[in-house]
């Protein structure tokens, strides 16, 4: 069985400073990886995923995250956080392409922008 | 086009009583999935289904059960409820596959059981 570590609880960070949120993960076989996003009092979004191809993948918002098999992690960053970015961000993986299948999420980051 | 809409968002029921809850999904999106959120247990996958079929289940007891409608509307039901049963539902529609697959969240119901 798969499983997902998220491990920071919560990350501070001054606004304009850069970040990373950590993620790794454990699988016997091939994954694939997802950031959700969680806009207080708003719903889940998916903000990038790893299916194949390039390992690093891109948001539209600037976010970033590179899947390093080696070191079995998938840690989101971006370079200059805005007070808009204040979040919970959750990472997920699964062993099939169809997402759903048996989906594993981690606990989640709480980003905290300081201004 | 309209998001993915959660009807109800808030509901209150007693131990033992059955709740159904409704997601529409975007237009032209013929998949959805629920998920549960709980402080406790984070999120987790309850259910997919795609034109009208379960395509994947998560490790919940049968109480939680769901169907899809030919619109693409979904329902879950949880019956017998259970303290633990509050949590916030989320439901989510997708559309395309792979690389070019899309996904959208609703606003969640949110559920309290006493």
């Known amino acids: 069985a798969q499983s997902v570590t998220q491990l920071d609880s919560q990350v501070p960070v001054f606004e304009e400073a850069p970040v990373e949120l950590r993620c790794n993960y454990s699988?016997?076989?091939?994954?694939?990886l997802f950031w959700y996003v969680q806009y207080p009092n708003q719903g889940l979004q998916l903000l990038l995923k790893?299916?194949?191809?390039?390992?690093l993948v891109e948001s539209i918002n600037g976010f970033e995250a590179e899947f390093n098999k080696s070191q079995t992690s998938f840690h989101l960053r971006k370079p200059s956080v805005h007070i808009s970015d204040t979040a919970e961000y959750f990472c997920?993986?699964?062993?099939?392409?169809?997402?759903?299948?048996?989906?594993?999420f981690g606990k989640g980051t709480r980003l905290h922008i300081l201004p | 086009k309209a998001g993915v809409t959660q009807t109800p968002r808030y509901l209150i029921k007693t131990r033992g009583q059955q709740v159904t809850l409704s997601c529409s999904p975007i237009?032209?999106?013929?998949?959805v999935s629920w998920y549960q959120q709980t402080p406790g247990q984070g999120l987790q996958f309850l259910f997919e289904?795609?034109?009208?079929?379960?395509?994947n289940k998560g490790n919940f007891p049968g109480r939680f059960s769901g169907r899809q409608f030919s619109n693409s509307r979904s329902e879950m039901n949880v019956s017998t409820l259970e303290l633990g049963d509050s949590a916030l539902y989320l439901c989510?529609?997708?559309f395309g596959v792979g690389n070019q697959e899309t996904q959208y969240f609703g606003p969640g119901t949110r559920l309290l059981v006493l």
């Open positions: 989510a529609s997708s």
């Open positions: 699988s016997s076989v091939s994954v694939y």
């Open positions: 790893y299916l194949s191809g390039s390992t």
């Open positions: 997920a993986v699964s062993t099939s392409m169809n997402r759903d299948d048996k989906i594993i």
């Open positions: 237009s032209g999106h013929r998949s």
């Open positions: 289904y795609f034109s009208e079929t379960q395509r």
